[in-house]
């Protein structure tokens, strides 16, 4: 059973993206997947197509209340369980904060689960504090998505600083295993020079012994996709939305060099095995959005028969009305 981290500590690199798509890709060819949000903004709760205000048990009641993983797992749709998050979350560092053992609770509550499914994918925050902790204790690998940008470098260091202390100090056995480049544009010249600097900086580090020792620098690049970005609105992974588009081939490429890492025999996941299992009947209408044209507006679309409106929007928005008119309100209340 592959334990999986997706994880950089600098914000909207692609985690979510990356981790909901490998997901879908690999448990619509069968492979039975454990999927976690660790992320207290939620957003891969959301991509699942849930409300994380409507969700009792969450990631938090097993980080902090001690909740059985198996109580708190939702299934959604074939061979995938989710651990959602939800706010609350947020509220982990400090409450473990007096807690013993406190960075591997999680790690602790997967152990019911060993051997029972074949992956497990942490969505990781964009953040190196105690929920990212608990989810590199839990992992045997971690994969790292990256922007190809300047900054993107630093944050890297970091990670690999903090990954090499927590392979001393609490789990020896944790491995970087793979880097993926997302919403990667082939033509600017700065993506090439960054490719080509982190090709050599782990090239030349091949013989030194470090948790980044045999990572695989992906052939896959994700390129930047406007499908991608919508198909969340509509609570559905790339393969249910937008099958042609060229979103869903990077994400099964990148999903058949995942499976690929471990087994030299390793299955293809075919585009028409996608379409086979589970989902088979799936249609979705295409060209709501004119990617060309770059009109990124969303409407109903029909999926399986069933129209399907862009949830997270519509209802973001008007929370974001009535949260701002409750602010104003109690502000002018105090004056
Ligand atoms: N290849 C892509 N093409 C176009 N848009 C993308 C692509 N990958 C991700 N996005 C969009 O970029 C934004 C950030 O992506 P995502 O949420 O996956 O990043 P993240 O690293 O999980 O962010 P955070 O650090 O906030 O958790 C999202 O709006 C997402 O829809
Ligand atoms: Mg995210």
């Known amino acids: 059973?592959?334990?999986i981290s997706i994880a950089n500590q600098k914000g909207g690199v692609g985690k979510t993206t990356t981790t909901v798509n490998l997901v879908g890709a690999l448990a619509k060819c069968g492979q039975k997947v454990i999927v976690i949000d660790l992320d207290p903004q939620a957003h891969l709760t959301t991509c699942f197509g849930l409300d994380p205000r409507d969700l009792e048990t969450t990631a938090y009641e097993v980080l902090c209340k001690g909740t059985k993983l198996s109580d708190a797992l939702l299934d959604i749709g074939d061979n995938i369980k989710l651990l959602s998050s939800g706010m609350d979350l947020a509220a982990v560092e400090q409450e473990l904060s007096t807690v013993i053992g406190r960075e591997t609770v999680l790690h602790d509550a997967l152990k019911a689960y060993e051997g029972a499914v074949d992956f497990i994918f942490i969505d990781c925050p964009p953040s190196l504090g105690m929920l990212t902790l608990n989810a590199f204790?839990?992992?045997?690998?971690?994969?790292i998505p990256l922007q190809a940008h300047f900054l993107s470098l630093q944050g890297l260091s970091q990670l690999l600083e903090m990954l090499?202390?927590?392979?001393?100090?609490?789990?020896?056995?944790?491995?970087?295993?793979?880097?993926?480049?997302?919403?990667?544009?082939?033509?600017?010249?700065?993506s090439a020079e960054i490719l080509n600097d982190i090709t050599a900086f782990?090239?030349?580090?091949?013989?030194?012994?470090t948790p980044w020792q045999h990572i695989k620098l992906f052939d896959t690049k994700i390129r930047r996709n406007i499908k991608l970005a919508e198909a969340p609105s509509y609570g559905l992974c790339i393969f249910d939305y937008a099958l042609e588009s060229n979103g869903a081939k990077d994400y099964l490429s990148l999903a058949n060099e995942v499976i690929a890492m471990?087994?030299?025999?390793?299955m293809e996941i075919t585009f028409a095995s996608l379409q086979s299992v589970g989902q088979s009947d799936t249609k979705v209408n295409e060209?709501?959005?004119?990617?060309?044209?770059?009109?990124?507006?969303?409407t109903n679309k029909t999926v399986e028969n069933k129209t399907v409106a862009p949830i997270e929007i519509v209802s973001s928005v008007d929370n974001l009305v009535s949260t701002t008119k409750n602010v104003i309100s109690t502000s002018q209340n105090d004056q």
Request: charged share 25%.
């Open 137 to 143: 204790s839990a992992s045997n690998e971690i994969f």
């Open 262 to 266: 471990d087994q030299a025999d390793a």
């Open 1 to 3: 059973m592959r334990i």
């Open 164 to 190: 090499l202390l927590v392979n001393k100090r609490i789990n020896p056995n944790l491995r970087v295993s793979g880097l993926m480049f997302c919403m990667f544009d082939a033509r600017t010249s700065l």
């Open 202 to 209: 782990f090239e030349e580090q091949r013989d030194q012994s």
């Open 287 to 298: 060209v709501t959005v004119d990617e060309v044209q770059g009109d990124t507006s969303l």
